[in-house]
Every structure is written in structure tokens, then in C-alpha cells.
């Protein structure tokens, strides 16, 4: 039963978010969200052979298997061995087939002879590529110093290089998955912990579940929508907060409006409550934590009524949230989230979530947080490690940062020179234009270097910026990354099942794309690091990395790309409490004395956000369902679905503005900034009247995207006012409000 039935419950969930999707000036008569009828069911081709690999359309790294008829990719599906996303795949996996043969795809070397900006671009030669970025690269490095490169690398295929130029002397690397993303989250877990949690929450076994943000159906990752799918059909009960009825609320037996940036008050109350009425683990604290009484007395002063005034809620929802949670604890997932980097105020948000975790006692058991484990080891491989001197470094007050350097330091060095100067930059599977908030500054910080070199698949905004631009194989033309993952435990059980996916070519790179370690090894050899080259080719660095489980990619292929092996399960004997942490005190630490040391809040605090200014809303944003940030834009099978990201407005508000649903307009910030494309209203009770939403990631402004060039609004460039989270130096970026502008005349928002 469960695999119809899950599929049919996670296409709805898929879609719900697209369905609610109204006019668009593109799709007539498309009906975005509708699973069409024609399409063929896995295993219906014919006549082709069957190569397994695994999915980059995102990060989750779904394993995939290419169907392939005389050398051309036909259709991409679930691989039938995956006991993780199984046959599913989203709407982007499948439409992988569309990147690897798009026409404005990346294919040979270029040189960039007009401005950045504005490029005007020469086919050139590898050699002539590669010589140019080692001389140019060399010279920044005499110039100014190993530390003057500034690397913004993301995705698989970045990890190499990266390391590399770690191991040249910078230290300035900064990981669009750490400094816009999940970093926070990592750090905020870690400090409480003594781990970094992942996405990992039972919640196929919960039998309540805390969702803050996530928003999980819009949110795609497949075998984490099918785990919420199974909770939600086994009965678990869902709150969802949220300030908008997204796919999760829609879903929820309690959505909780909650004024954006106020979640810490919201959660240090329920805390407060659990502790002040008994209602928390006892033993589990006794057990695992340190610190409590501390922290009782640090949030003693969050009552209800304290956070409803704050978060603008009734206190009978915060009341009845707690209650559901002490109900149903500890078999409670409270989700840690994944995009976490909102109001500059999020290192305490995340704390907050960890000690709410810790004191219903949801840890190792089911409906949990599970410590994550990859099962299988894998052999290490990669570039020595480099010497970095304290002096450069530009942690600065970020003593709890994730790896990687703060963005906005490196930015801020690019840009004024200070404490010294960045003269060159690498971006490698990153689109900094719209990735990093303050585009403006991206922008100029960017036309301030001496030499930038961009690798990539698509011409994306960045790309626009580079002096020289070199072409790298799709996922589909690949080797590279190898999925090690946990799936299939029971409550009961103590097993599980450890599985290892090597991402391999499902056909020939075509034009002249190359792979990440050849272009590496080659950049190294002419800067003169030859004798440091860890493997010589990529499938050399897979073998390795296999090897140690008795392995290798001959193998792999003979067995249909997956191999897997019994595991244990990540639960702790049922009633254990006892449980050691790598933390300092080798406990959980509700109240942290390492924090404190650092001057830094030690229990969760909340930190005000800066009010919503008159006229304005505040700008939030989330994921399209079918869409991969900016990246997938291109895409036309995707961008038929869903070709531009409605603005949810209120509909009292909306009304009062002499606005309906359908209308298109332009958005003002409070910088005055306005968009530079268009895009359609929706007016809807779903979204509270202080705020307004888009999906992030369209808009793109390069004319060379053909199909997503000024396709609805980009988020990023209406994000000119950064604030860093203190712990972390991670970016928050829910700090922009706008207005909106309809055939030239400004319409204010009313309070
Ligand atoms: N389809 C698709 N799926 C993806 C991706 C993709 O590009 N496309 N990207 C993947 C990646 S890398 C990530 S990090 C995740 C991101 O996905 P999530 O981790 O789910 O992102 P969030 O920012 O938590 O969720 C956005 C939601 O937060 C709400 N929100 C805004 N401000 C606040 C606030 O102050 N408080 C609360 N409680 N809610 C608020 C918004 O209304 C929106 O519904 O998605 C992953 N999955
Ligand atoms: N305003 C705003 N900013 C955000 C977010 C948001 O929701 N709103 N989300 C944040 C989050 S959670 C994340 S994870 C980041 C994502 O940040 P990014 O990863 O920078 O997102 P993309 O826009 O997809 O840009 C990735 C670039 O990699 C290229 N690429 C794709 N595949 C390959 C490949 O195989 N090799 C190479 N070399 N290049 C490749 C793409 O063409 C694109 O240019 O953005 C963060 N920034
Ligand atoms: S969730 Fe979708 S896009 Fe992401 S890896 Fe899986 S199939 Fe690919
Ligand atoms: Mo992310």
C-alpha cells in the first residue's frame, strides 16, 4: 500500500503551493502543478539501457538511473535498488534531462574582452583559459598574498577545487550552504549538542511534529517529504509557524501566524511553561543536560503573555502548541530546519530549538532528532592541508562560525581593501548575484578585483562578472560525489540499512566541458603546485574514496550503482536517558558557559528584529516546488510549470490598495531600490497583512538564459540591507521591506 499511496500524497504535497499559483503571463493554458497524463511510467521505455547515478538538482542527492537510447539521455527515474528516495524523484530530478541538452548551456572556454557586467565574450582554448587564470591568479597572490583569493564555491563538484586553493594560503572561502543557509542551524546545534544535526528527525515515527519555517512540500527533498508523508499518514499531528499558509500550514492542526523574526520568544515560552508546569523529560534532563537551573531562571521571564504580545499571537496558541508537544513527547520531531539565515537573530533561534528538543527528551528515540550517521565509511582523498596565519584571518567577533569564512568580512575586504585587501576571486557552483544579500555590493565588490574566474554549467548571473568563464560537466556527464546515507529503521529494531551511491556519467561529456579535478589539477600544475596533486583523475579519487569498503566503480556499476549493507539502527535502548555528548561538559548544555565566555547570550535569548516601517511589509521568501534556486530557471520543462513567483499579499490589504489578483507589479524597498522586472499579485488570506512573500531565485538578468532572463522578480536584488548574526557571521536576510509600484504610481501598504 504505502508506495501508491505515498506517491499520490507526495504529488499532491508537491503541488499544493503550484496549484495555489494563479495568472502568469507565459503559461496560457498550462495548468502549473497538474501531473500530465501523457507522461511515460517509470520503466516504460524501451530499447534503452539503464546507467545509475545520482541527482544534483538539488543537494539531496536522489538516487537516479538514465535511461539511454543510442547514446542520448531518454528519461530519468527513481533508481528501483534506492532505499532512500526509492523510484520517486521531483519534478527537478526528472527534469535533469533538460539541463544536460539545454542549448544556452556552458561549452567551451571564454574570454571576457568588454566590462564586467557587461561582457562581451571570445572562444578561447583551454590552454590559453587555464594559463590565463594561473598567471592572473599568481600575480594576486605576489601582489597581495596568498589570502587576497576569495573563494565562493557550492555543490559538489566545488569540494575539490576548494581545498586546493585552501591549500594555496586563503582561508577565505565562504559556502553559500553555511553563510546563507544552514550554518547557523550547524553551529547553534553544535553548541547545544555537540553535533551538527542535518535534516535528521524521525518524522516518520513522530506522533507530533514542530515544523518553524520549513516549509516542506515546497521545500523538496524526496525521502524527507516521504518521511513527513508517512508521519502525517500514521496520524502525527502537525503545528506549522509560519507568517504564510504555505504547503506545510495547509496541512497543519495548528498554524501559528507568527510575526516573522520573533520564533525565539515564541519557543523560549513554551519552554518556560514545560519547565514552570512540570511538563518536561525529567530524566532526560537529569540525565543529559547541564545547566538547567540556570537556564529555568535565564527564560524564567517568558511567559505567555510575554511572547504572544512580542510574536502577536493569542496566548491560548502558545498554550495549546506546549500542551501538544508535553502530550505527545518525546516521540516529537522538532524540526532544526534547513534555510536558517532570517533575521541576523538566528544562532538564538537555533539554541532554542535544541534545548526545546532537549527538555521533551526527543533525542534517540522514535519521532526524534537523530544523530546523523552515514553508515558506511569512506576513504578520505584530497589536497594537503594548507598554513593560514592567524593575523588574516577575518573571523573577527564570529567566534562561532561555521567553516569557511563570514561572507560579508570577505566582502567587506574585497571592497574597501580592509583589514586587507581580497584582488581576485573563484566562484564555483555559486551564483554570488543572487545568493549573497546586498547585491549591489556583490556587484561592485566583483568589478573591484583584479581577476575573477567563474566555472559553472549555466550562463547565471554571475557568469556576467567573469574575466574568464570555463565550461564543467553537467551531473549527468560525471563522476563525483558519493551518497553515503541510513535508511529503512523501525521502531523496535535495532536495524537499519547503510548505502553508498557513487554519482557516475550517464553519457559522454559533450562540447569541450571538462570535470572539476582535471581543471583543478591543471590550474595547479601551472601555478606551480604540481607535486601536491592528491589523484590524478576523478574516477582515481572515487576508487579511493570506495576502497576502504571493499569497493570500486567497476563494482558499483555491476551491482546497479548502489550498494547496500545492515547498519544499526539510531535509536538508544528504549528508556535510556543517560546519553554523552561531545560538548564541553560531555552534556547537552542548556545554559552555555562557552558562549557566556564569549559574551554571547547563554541561554536562548531573544534578540528584537527592527520593525516593519510605515507604508512597507517586510519581504520573506521561500522555494518554488519545482524550481532549484536561480539555477534551474533555465530549465523549460520547469519553467513551463512554474515560469515566475507570485507576490502573496494580503487581500484586505490588497483590496484597500485597488489591487486583484492578477495585476502586475513592480517592488520599492526601503532603499529605494526598485525591481527591475515585473510580477504578478496574489491576494490571499494566507499571509499575515505586515508581510509579503516570493519565491527566491527568479529574475534572472542575463540575456544569455534565454528562457529565464526577466522572468519574474529576484528577491536578492531587493535585499540591500544585510545584518549578520553575531555568534556566526551569517547573513540575514529577512530584514528588507517594500512597496509596490503599479503602472508608475507607488502604493504603500497600510498598516
Ligand atoms: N523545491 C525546492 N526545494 C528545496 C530547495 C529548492 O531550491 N527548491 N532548496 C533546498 C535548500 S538548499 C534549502 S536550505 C531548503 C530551504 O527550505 P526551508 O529550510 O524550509 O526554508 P525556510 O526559510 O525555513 O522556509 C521558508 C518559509 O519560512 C517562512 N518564514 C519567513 N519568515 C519567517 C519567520 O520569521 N518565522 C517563521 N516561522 N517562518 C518564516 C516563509 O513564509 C516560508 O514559508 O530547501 C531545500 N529544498
Ligand atoms: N535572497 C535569497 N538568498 C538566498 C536564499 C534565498 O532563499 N533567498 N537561499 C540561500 C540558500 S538556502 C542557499 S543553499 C544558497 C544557494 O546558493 P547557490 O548554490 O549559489 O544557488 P544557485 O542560484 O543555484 O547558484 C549555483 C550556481 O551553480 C551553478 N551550477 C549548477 N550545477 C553546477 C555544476 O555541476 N558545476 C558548477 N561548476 N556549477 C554548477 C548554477 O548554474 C549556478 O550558477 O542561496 C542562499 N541565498
Ligand atoms: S529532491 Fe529532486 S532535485 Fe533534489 S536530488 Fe532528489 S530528485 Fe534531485
Ligand atoms: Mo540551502
Redesign the pocket.
Known sequence: MALTLTRRKFLQTASLAAASIPLSKVTAGAQPGVVKKSYPAPGSFTGTESKPSVC?MCFWRCQIVGKVRDGRLVKLEGNPKSVDNGKSICARGNAGVQLLYDPDRLKYPLKNIGERGKPVWKRISWEEALDECATRLKAAQKNHGPHSLAIFP??A??KYPMQFFEMTGTENVSE??FF??RGIRDMGYVSTFGFAPGENVDMAHAKAMLLIGTHIGENIHVSHVKSYLKGLANGAKLIVVDPRFSAAASKADIWVKIKPGTDTAFMMAIMNYLVVNNKYDKAFVEGSCEGFDAFREGIAHATLEWAAKICDLAVAQIKEVAELLAANAPNVSIHPGR?VSWHGNDFQRMRAHACLTAILGAYAVPGGLIKPSSGIKLGKVGWPKGEHDEEFSLTGSHKFKPPGMPTENIKKAMLEGKPYPIKACVC????PI??I?GQQATIQALKKMDFVMV????P?D?TMYADILLP?G??LERYDYIKNGLAGWQPGSDTAVGYIAPRMPVVEPMFERRDQVWITNQLAIRMGYGDKIPVQSLPEMMDQMLAPAGLSIAKMQAMGGIHTQPAKAPYAPAGIKEHAFKTDSGKIELYSEVLSDAGFPAVPTFLPVEEVPEGFARLV?GRSPVH????SQNNRWLHHEIPENPLWINEECGKKMGLKTGDRVHCENQDGIRSRTDTVVMLTPGIRRDTVYMA??YGTMNTAMTVAKDQGVD??SL?SKVVVDPETGAHG?RNNFVRLIKNGKTLNIPS
Open positions: 544534483e557550492h555543490g563538484s566545488a553559500a550552504s546563507q543557509c534555510h564555483w557552483g555559486q551564483n543572487q545568493t544579500p566555472v559553472d554549467v549555466m547565471t554571475i564543467e553537467s551531473y521568501y532549484t534556486f536561480n539555477r527566491h531565485g528577491d536578492t535585499i536576510m
